[in-house]
């Protein structure tokens, strides 16, 4: 999984690794995530200058919904309804989340060999939050610093040992989730934090 990683300016505190939605990434998905400013014009990367940012880069692989090669985490067939799966290969997007849930794992554990998994952040916007909630559900075994999920949707492919659960309701958990959301509808966001919140989570959902 190739990434694009935008190295501290001060003393390494913590590593965030956040994943770009369907069609983006790495590098578009960074560029345009670091443009945004706060209110006096400070970036992200100046009021966290002790963040480490990893940004992943889906594979480029043949999507059938548009009948194109594409950058996507897994095949779906319409982000209006994140929950449908092609017809014809029912279980071919929940193989493929599996195998992205897996392969950031090895991420985390990577920047977790340096700072400790209790630094780490993992997170994402759109199709690339919902891999790495899959990843913190699915695969994580250790308490991370914590999970930064937008415009996204729990995955129903899921299906959380209790063993790994114990470790997940130890991350504290942000959503954000715009009401007028034209691509991935605000209910999904509110099912995230009620799936999320029975499985013993502590979840901020902000809309």
């Not at 345009?32 to 009021?47: C, H, K, N, V, Y």
């Not at 700072?115 to 952040?121: N, W």
């Not at 954000?176 to 099912?191: L, N, P, Q, S, W």
Request: proline share 4%; net charge negative.
């Amino acid at each position: 999984m190739a990434t694009q990683v935008k190295l501290p300016t001060a003393a390494h505190t913590h590593t965030i690794i956040h994943l770009h939605g369907l069609g983006s990434n790495a590098t578009e998905f960074a560029s345009e995530f670091f443009e945004s400013q706060i209110s006096d014009g400070r970036t992200l990367p100046e009021i966290l200058p002790s963040i480490k940012w990893v940004f992943p880069t889906a594979p480029v692989v043949y999507s059938a919904r548009f009948n194109v090669y594409m950058s996507q985490w897994f095949e779906m067939l319409s982000t209006f309804d994140p929950h449908d799966r092609l017809s014809t290969e029912p279980d071919k997007a929940d193989r493929q989340l599996a195998a992205a849930a897996k392969d950031l794992m090895q991420i985390v554990k990577t920047e977790a060999k340096t700072i400790g998994y209790d630094h780490v952040f993992l997170g994402g916007i759109s199709q690339g939050a919902a891999i790495a909630l899959h990843c913190l559900l699915e695969e994580v075994r250790t308490p991370l610093a914590g999970f930064i999920g937008l415009s996204t949707w729990l995955e129903k492919a899921s299906r959380v040992d209790p063993v790994v659960c114990k470790h997940c309701m130890q991350a504290n958990v942000f959503l954000g989730h715009a009401e007028d959301d034209g691509v991935v509808d605000i209910k999904y966001g509110r099912e995230a934090r009620d799936g999320l919140i029975e499985l013993g989570c502590c979840v901020d959902l902000q809309e």
